[in-house]
């Protein structure tokens, strides 16, 4: 897990690590290759630009990854994708008992399908789950790059991974059928 | 699932983000408990599996980067760095404009006034050396008639002398002055006990760098006055009052007309 704060550095070192991640993260987003490139583009244009605003010795990925998931959101692409559940937020996790295990489903599915899964979630499930398990952001870091507090953080991952989970096993009841 | 424990908590803890004390209270349950054990393991290679498929994403023939995209991000971060550096420094640069234009116009003024001083200075030496003289003018005369009349032939400009009669100006004489290398007349007044010079030379460029209009100043506590009229400069210098000097350039300046 990187560390959350003391981010010293150029631009260039502190953003062309990062390179590759925010592409694969903009693809997750966009699920389009010239919208993943055109976003990852403007991300670092404008990180570049309010770089002088980013605080050294802070948390310089929260930072970028805000950026690009706030241009994301404006974009139209983002726009189309994104469908608010912070109401839903505050409302307390569904009983877990009616889920398929995980270890039921893992025994039975493939990459490929979790890939599926991942690009039917909504786009707030989706980058939160990418953000945790992918990106391996603590709480504190997603709260910092989602702004959203961190007990949402945890009901909306809560969530996040329950919609998962089902969505993992309609797949598995369809392929089974 | 017959354990009624708080499953809340597997997420935070597979996310390696519960609290130390909770995560103390919880591994213990862990252990007691293998419905919640089996759970945590299945959830944990959950996050493994989803990481390994998400990470993949990329790398997908439908994803994968274009080599000349990253090219295309650095070339970007490079030209707008460059802008903005440049608008970075656009205040410094216009500061640096700025003094440099002081500069270039402060330089000649301060040049001129450099060379002006140098040229009252020289005049001034001229006078006090007539003062310092046994014989300070070639032409001794009251007479304007005489003293006019004895720079023909070594100045190639003429002047007039005014009419002293009524005034309490006497004219005592004249000589011939080279100031840088330029012949001038240098005529030589008094007043009550002070005398006063009256330089008159070539209003030629770089002579000189002084303003055509009546210019009063005070150089080591003797009162100048100066001016130009007809392609001359005329330079008063005396030790009497800046009133006393005014006075007589009238008298020339009315003269001249």
Redesign the interface.
């Known amino acids: 897990m990187a560390n959350p704060s003391g981010d010293t550095g150029t631009f260039e070192e502190l953003a062309m690590p990062l390179f590759v991640r925010l592409y694969n993260f903009a693809c997750w987003l966009t699920q389009n290759r010239a919208e993943a490139e055109d976003l990852v583009q403007e991300t670092f244009m404008k990180a570049l630009k309010g770089f002088s605003s980013f605080r050294q010795g802070t948390n310089f990925r929260a930072w970028i990854y805000r950026i690009l998931r706030n241009t994301f959101l404006t974009s139209q692409a983002g726009l189309k994708a994104s469908v608010s559940l912070d109401a839903e937020d505050d409302a307390p996790p569904e009983p877990s008992t009616t889920e398929t295990p995980e270890s039921v489903l893992l025994a039975r599915i493939e990459s490929e399908t979790i890939q599926s899964a991942l690009k039917e979630l909504p786009v707030n499930y989706r980058e939160i789950i990418l953000l945790c398990d992918l990106e391996e952001m603590s709480y504190q870091e997603i709260s910092l790059a989602i702004g959203i507090p961190i007990g949402t953080v945890m009901s909306r991952l809560s969530r996040a991974r329950k919609a998962m989970r089902t969505l993992l096993g309609a797949k598995l009841q369809r392929a089974i059928e | ?1 017959s354990c009624d424990f708080n ?2 908590k597997l ?2 803890y597979m ?3 519960l609290p130390r004390e909770a995560l103390a209270v919880f591994e213990d349950h862990l252990h007691s408990c293998p419905t919640c054990a ?2 945590a ?3 944990l ?3 493994r ?10 790398q997908s023939p ?5 080599p000349e ?2 090219l ?3 070339k ?2 490079q030209k ?2 460059h802008s ?1 550096l440049k608008n970075r420094w656009l205040p410094w640069m216009a500061v640096a404009s700025v003094a440099l234009l002081l500069v270039a116009v402060s330089v000649p003024m301060f040049m001129r006034h450099a060379e002006r001083g140098e040229a009252i200075a020289e005049l001034l030496d001229l006078h006090v050396a007539t003062m310092a003289s046994a014989n300070p003018v070639d032409v001794v005369s009251t007479d304007r008639h005489t003293v006019k009349p004895w720079f023909q032939g070594k100045l190639p400009f003429t002047f007039n002398l005014p009419e002293l009669q009524d005034s309490p100006y006497k004219l005592l004489g004249g000589k011939l002055v080279y100031f840088k290398h330029n012949p001038g007349a240098q005529l030589l007044f008094e007043l009550r006990k002070h005398q006063l010079s009256v330089f008159i030379v070539q209003d030629q460029q770089g002579v000189m760098p002084l303003g055509a209009a009546v210019t009063a100043s005070s150089d080591k506590g003797f009162s100048v006055e100066t001016w130009t009229h007809a392609g001359l400069r005329y330079v008063v210098i005396s030790d009497t009052s800046p009133t006393d000097v005014h006075s007589l350039g009238d008298l020339l300046r009315f003269a001249a007309k």
């Open positions: 699932m499953r809340d997420d935070a996310d390696e983000s089996a759970e393991l299945a959830r290679q959950m996050k599996a989803t990481r390994a498929a998400a990470a993949n994403l990329a439908e994803f994968s980067m274009r995209f990253r295309r991000i650095e970007s971060i707008s760095r903005v």
